[in-house]
């Protein structure tokens, strides 16, 4: 395939050059990385409320998220972003770093790119140390919880980015709970390198084989609006009704013989939110990125930056882009969060234990895995597979998993491994237990939106 044609392609009006079906893959094939520069990534999202009324945090105003983004720039050196010149600040950056914003308001920690889990979790609990120390003079409290326990949607705000007010009306058409997904939702997720295209479409099956069974281990949403739902994550219902064209177990990658051109094929046929000329949103909703290529749209053709921007569009339980992206955790207190990246750098970074985790799931089939994701909203680790509980699965993968952490023997100052940080997780899931159910137990049947509050804390 021709990436480095000899030729200059037609620019658009801004210099950006047009794209053609050939550059395709170079977002995947460009990211590919020697083993030794491997790193490891995390984002991990909060849901911030007033410690007095335990109402939702809100955008404008010296008490809500502009407020904490002045302090965080002017205390500790973050820097402001917009999306354009003058526009609403929506993220602010610093070195590798970065606090980005979902639909309601949830910040979102973006961490640097580590070589390994110690300098990783130094990073985020600097970051918490920061936002706390401007958070409790100013009377906020950040929940950790896979949806959000308290808020009502009339109650949460909307954060001024240019896609949220288009995807906000074109999701609702395409699924029941796609508002619910945007702005009442939080996950833990991870991010990880592959050395070439056949490494990351291994990584990238045995993720989606995994990730209902790391959901279930990470399940912590049981409360919708100050009540009990009846289940365990109200956020992996919520995924179930979500725009089935983007979202899912990708059912075209789970073949061995799957390759890059078939994840091309599926993210072309998936339609786009808009693309953006000079600043400003152009809408083009329900258009399929490959009619984009061909036809374009209102005398538009479609540059790089516009495929590059739709594949961070599409919401797969795991993604492939310039990295692997797992995606199926609920967010989760701090003592849990590092269990997250843990895991799958034990899985996905050491050779022994991703072949371990091949074995395991080589007969796990789509439609047995699409039946199973189905009741771990409710279910969790009860939910039975094969015959046996999750929990029993899960206890496996952390196995596979603390092994392979073993193997890699990346040590603190202290002389600790990184196994360290599956250490609470490990004796929950002895218990055969997940978040929520701590959570659960520590509460009456009918619990005070303060004592939820309490137990959800981060």
């Not at 526009?87 to 910040?107: D, H, M, Y």
């Not at 179930?240 to 072309?268: E, F, K």
Request: with cysteine; hydrophobic share 40%; aromatic share 10%.
């Amino acid at each position: 395939m021709n990436l480095h044609p000899a030729h200059p392609r037609p620019k658009t009006e801004s210099g950006s050059e047009l794209l053609d079906f050939d550059q395709l893959s170079w977002p995947f094939s460009s990211a590919c990385k020697p083993r030794h520069a491997f790193r490891i990534g995390i984002e991990a999202e909060r849901f911030g409320v007033y410690s007095r009324t335990l109402q939702p945090l809100q955008y404008d105003g010296q008490d809500g998220i502009l407020g904490l983004f002045h302090e965080l720039v002017s205390r500790y050196g973050w820097l402001a972003k917009s999306e354009s010149p003058g526009g609403p600040v929506v993220s602010l950056k610093r070195n590798g770093a970065a606090i980005t914003l979902e639909p309601a308001g949830q910040f979102e920690f973006s961490g640097s790119p580590w070589h390994d889990l110690h300098a990783l979790e130094n990073e985020r609990q600097t970051y918490n140390t920061e936002l706390q120390s401007i958070s409790d003079p100013m009377g906020i409290t950040w929940l950790a919880s896979g949806f959000h326990p308290l808020a009502r949607h009339d109650q949460l705000p909307w954060v001024p980015k240019l896609r949220y007010g288009i995807m906000r009306v074109y999701l609702a058409s395409q699924g029941g709970d796609a508002l619910e997904m945007m702005r009442r939702t939080a996950t833990v997720q991870a991010n990880f390198d592959f050395s070439s295209i056949e490494d990351g479409l291994r990584k990238l099956r045995v993720s989606l084989r995994l990730s209902p069974i790391v959901s279930a281990m990470f399940a912590n949403g049981p409360f919708v609006e100050g009540r009990r739902y009846g289940g365990k994550s109200r956020r992996i219902q919520a995924w179930l009704q979500v725009d089935p064209a983007r979202q899912g177990l990708l059912p075209q990658m789970w073949n061995p013989s799957a390759t890059l051109d078939d994840y091309i094929q599926w993210a072309l046929d998936a339609p786009m939110f808009l693309f953006l000329r000079q600043g400003k949103a152009i809408e083009n909703t329900g258009q399929t990125f490959r009619s984009f290529l061909i036809d374009g749209f209102q005398g538009y053709r479609p540059t790089l930056e516009d495929w590059t921007a739709h594949l961070n569009t599409l919401f797969p339980e795991v993604r492939l882009k310039q990295t692997i992206e797992v995606r199926g955790a609920d967010s989760v207190p701090n003592r849990y969060t590092p269990a997250l990246p843990a895991l799958w750098t034990g899985i996905l970074y050491d050779d022994k234990a991703l072949d371990a985790a091949e074995r395991l799931t080589e007969t796990w089939t789509y439609p047995s895995m699409v039946t199973l994701r189905q009741s771990l909203g409710n279910e969790g680790l009860n939910a039975m597979f094969h015959g046996k509980t999750v929990a029993t699965w899960a206890q496996r993968v952390l196995s596979i998993a603390k092994e392979g952490l073993g193997r890699r023997n990346q040590r603190d100052s202290a002389g600790q491994a990184e196994d360290i940080y599956l250490k609470d997780l490990e004796i929950l899931l002895e218990k055969g237990r997940c978040p929520a159910d701590e959570v659960l137990d520590a509460l009456e049947q009918e619990p005070s939106a303060q004592n939820i509050v309490l137990a959800t804390t981060a």
